[in-house]
């Protein structure tokens, strides 16, 4: 389908915006080149140490020996790599698994063109969604990351990084984030990062007992609608094979590849 711009949102369009997806915090150390982006994430992030390969001609095993070297240099110990069919060189991930590199997360890349308006995802009546523009809020939507992915409760430090994030985001019209509640209680969460007409979909989790109640799909619902008001043609994301990806393929999302996250232990 083609974007209201010309662009047209094919499999390998979809795929080159995908692995241009990258994060880097305010703050955060970080090495980016041509070839890769290393970043060293707060130590509460899920994944703490993390490697992006967009593409390089050169030996896999020089390679990975320099991203390494970039990780012990800040004091890690285990590294998380991003691959996916659009990875290059091809053999990266052949190299890391000989080293020991073990496959964490599969995720099928997936994504919704906008260009026809934002699909009714059928939201329950007693589903109340808000955006997050303050610390309440903040806090009732790492509540729910907590709960739907584990790891350590929100520190004041999370929390306040956090804040400046949605706020930076409002700011610049560049994201947000939304929390649903169902009977009060936070319980569902998920953002969003505009790059240029992408929405990039991120967070999207679900507090273990309120599931199945639509708290997921309100959010979803008010992410597409704030994106696509913002000039957003693609809403794209990375839904887990066995989890989160079946739920965004029925309500309408379409897959267009994987990614896997292999972490490499590096002491």
Known sequence: MASVSGRVWDAPAVLAASNEWAWVPDGAPHVRTEEYLVVAYPDWFVTPTSARVFGSGRDPAELTDEICAVAREWGRDR?????????????????????????EERMDVLALPLTGGVPDLAVPGDVAVRQVTDEQAVRDALEVVHDAFGGHEATDEQVATSLAEVEAGLADGSGGRWVAYVDGRPASTGGYTLAEEVCRLWGGGTHHSLRGRGAYRAVLGARLAA????????????????????????????????????VLDLT
């Open 79 to 103: 590294l998380w790599w991003r691959l996916s069919e659009f990875t290059r060189p091809a053999a990266l991930e052949h190299e890391l698994a000989a080293r020991g590199a073990t496959v």
């Open 227 to 262: 994106a696509r008001a913002a000039g957003a043609t693609l809403a794209l994301t990375h839904g887990v094979v066995d989890t989160s990806s079946p739920i965004l393929r029925r309500l309408g999302f379409s897959r267009h590849g994987e990614e896997r996250i292999l």
